[in-house]
């Protein structure tokens, strides 16, 4: 009992930090290679990333906290010695830890078979699990492919995933959030990750992904989810107003003054060039300012649910699923 309450305070200190958003990191240009030891493809991420627990990710996060107390903590039934369920829980612990890195691996040998010769694959948001599949593709698998990428405002998630693939050589188009409809004409596929996979077999990923999904059915375009099954959360939504409360404050890619004095403004930021928009600063340098008065509100949602009707399949740790498989699986992960 003491090893479960030092776990679930453990979980709640990572979720507050989660739902409040963490510091920007600045890291090293992405850069993409493969492992010859086991011929794994390597992924370097973005050059200014945030710390993985911080904004939308705290519903994924609960539910593998949960997951992880299960499947630890459960041996304290199973024998009776203490020296022995200590030793059970650190092993289990750390595979778990294991398991979770080894899941995206997986996942990629399973996708990229779904990435045909030829083929256009069009991409929304950020997703290393995604990514993982592309470049196993390219450069395991040696197929040629294009890909088009939403850049993914307001934090240019897709724009910087965009690297990963012309480094991977991968001939890679950015295209406008607004224009999937657009561009979805030239695709043959659509491939999104997932911050969580609720238990009617929906998802919830990066705002636009419903509408994606949406446009994608209307005009016969598969849509496949990469996710990897710690991201399974026992969850009923059945629209957007269903899911829990996350964080929609903005992000570091847009800043909003609602100060008095001066009047208020939204300032936005060019993410796909990763420039702010500025007033003359006296250098003679002169942007874009887009000032709104204080009666309107700016809503900011980071990610949205997309039902299971718009998803083709899922690409998991656990093999290709079809939505509808979702409600099984999680009973199998809490026995």
Known sequence: M???AALREASELMLDFARRGGPIIVVDPPTTGMNNKDNAVVVVSSSTIRYILAGRYHIALS??????????????LETPDFNTCRQLVLDRGTAFASYSIRARDTISTVGCTFVREGCAVLTHGRSRVVESILLRAALVERKRFQVYVLEG???????????????????TTVVLDSAMGYIMERVDMVLVGADCVMENGGTVNKIGTF???????????PLYVAAESYKFTRLYPLNNADLPEMNTATTSSTTGNRGGGGGSSLKFIDTLNNTENKKEDGEGKVGKVVALPSSVSIENPPCDFTPAKYITLLFTDLGVLTPSAVSDE???LYQ
């Open 63 to 76: 539910s593998g906290c949960e997951i992880f107390m299960k499947h630890v903590t459960r041996v304290t």
């Open 2 to 4: 003491g090893l479960q």
């Open 153 to 171: 405002r307001p934090d240019a998630g897709g724009a910087k995933s965009a690297l990963s693939y012309i480094n991977a050589n991968i001939p």
């Open 330 to 332: 999680l009973i199998r």
């Open 211 to 221: 509408a994606l999904g949406v446009v994608a059915k209307e005009m016969g375009v």
